[in-house]
C-alpha cells in the first residue's frame, strides 16, 4: 500500500546549505538530504576535504547534486560571499543546517599544562571556539534565514548541538589514574557554553521569524563511536541506558524528520538523541 505520508519528506526540487559539511556528521547529514532528493550545497573552511567528500558521496549516490563551496562560517564575507554565489547558480535555499565547530580533544597537554582545564583555559581557544560553533550559526542563521524569510517561501533553519546542550560534561569519563587533579583530561567549558547557547538561538529564531514560515530546531547526538579509547568508552557507556555510543548512520532519519515538512509543526525545539543518557 503506496505511504501517501511519505512525500511529506520530500526535498525534490530545494536546495539545502550544510555547515562543515566535510565533517564525519557533516557526510551524513548530507546523504541524508540527497536521499530526500535535495541539491545540497556543502559548505567548509577545509577545501580539499569537502573535495574528497563530494567524490565519495557521488561514488556512492551517483545521482545526487552536490555543489562544493569553500565558507568560513566566521566570517560574515565569506557567508554573504557564499549566499551570493547560490544564488548565481539560481538556486534559492530552503534548508540551513548549522553544523560546523571545532570539536575540542578532552586531552592537550602543552608541556606540564593541561590547557583545557578551566584554571588554565585561553581566552583566544574561548574567543575561536565561540566563533566557529555560536557565533558562526548566527551569521549563517543571519546570512540565510533573512533570505528565507523575506521571499515569501520561508525555510528550515536545524542547528546541531549535543546532549551537552541539556545536561553536564561528566569528567570522570577523561579520567587517568595517578594523575594529578591539576593534570587530569576535561572536556573544554566551551563545548558546552556553545551547545547550550545554540539551543537559546533556536528559540530566539524559531520564534522571530515564524509569521513568515521560517521554522529552527536544534538536534542533540550524542557521542559518536569512532573507535576511540577503550577505557574512556566503557566508561561512557555505562552512563547510556542503551549502553553503547551511536552508529555515525543513526541520526539519518531526524535530519530527514526536521528538514523536511514531517516535522512541518516542530518549531523551536531541541530534539535530543543521546540513547536516554540525558534521562538518568
Ligand atoms: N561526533 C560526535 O560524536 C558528535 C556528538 C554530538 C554533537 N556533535 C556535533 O556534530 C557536529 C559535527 O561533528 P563532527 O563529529 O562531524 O565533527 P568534525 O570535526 O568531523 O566536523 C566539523 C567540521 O567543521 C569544519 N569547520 C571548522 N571550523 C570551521 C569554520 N570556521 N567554518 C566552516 N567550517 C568549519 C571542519 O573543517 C570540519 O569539517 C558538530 O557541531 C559537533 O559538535 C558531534
Known amino acids: ?118 584554571e588554565n583555559f585561553s581566552i583566544d581557544r574561548w574567543n575561536k571556539e565561540l566563533d566557529v560553533g555560536l557565533t558562526g550559526t548566527y551569521l549563517c542563521s543571519k546570512v540565510f534565514g533573512t533570505a528565507m524569510a523575506f521571499d515569501g517561501k520561508g525555510g528550515v533553519i536545524l542547528n546541531i548541538a549535543s546532549d551537552l546542550s541539556v545536561i553536564a560534561p561528566d569528567q570522570n569519563l577523561y579520567r587517568q589514574e595517578g594523575l594529578d587533579d591539576s593534570l587530569q583530561a576535561v572536556k573544554p567549558v566551551t563545548y558546552s557554553v556553545i551547545k547550550t547557547g545554540l539551543v537559546g538561538l533556536t528559540r530566539y529564531l524559531s520564534s522571530y521569524w515564524a509569521d513568515k514560515g521560517v521554522r529552527a530546531n536544534a538536534l542533540s547526538p550524542g557521542g559518536v563511536y569512532i573507535d576511540q579509547d577503550r577505557e574512556f568508552v566503557t566508561r561512557l557507556e555505562q552512563l547510556i541506558p542503551m549502553g553503547r555510543m551511536a552508529q555515525p548512520d543513526e541520526y539519518i532519519g531526524a535530519i530527514q524528520f526536521l528538514c523536511s515538512d514531517a516535522s512541518a509543526y516542530m518549531n523551536g525545539q531541541n530534539i535530543v538523541m543521546d540513547g536516554g543518557r540525558s534521562v538518568i
Open 1 to 118: 500500500m503506496e505511504n501517501r505520508f511519505a512525500k511529506k519528506f520530500s526535498l525534490a526540487g530545494k536546495a539545502a546549505v550544510i555547515t562543515g559539511a566535510s565533517g564525519m556528521l557533516g557526510r551524513k547529514h548530507t546523504l541524508a538530504l540527497l536521499e530526500l532528493g535535495a541539491i545540497v550545497v556543502m559548505t567548509d573552511i577545509d577545501i580539499n576535504s569537502l573535495v574528497q567528500a563530494k567524490k565519495e558521496l557521488k561514488d556512492s549516490f551517483p545521482a545526487g547534486e552536490i555543489e562544493i563551496l569553500p565558507m568560513d562560517v566566521t566570517s560574515e564575507k565569506s557567508v554573504e560571499s557564499v549566499y551570493e554565489k547560490i544564488q548565481g547558480m539560481g538556486l534559492r535555499v530552503d534548508v540551513l543546517i548549522n553544523n560546523a565547530a571545532i570539536n575540542p580533544t578532552a586531552s592537550s597537554l602543552v608541556g606540564s599544562v593541561r590547557t583545557t582545564r578551566l
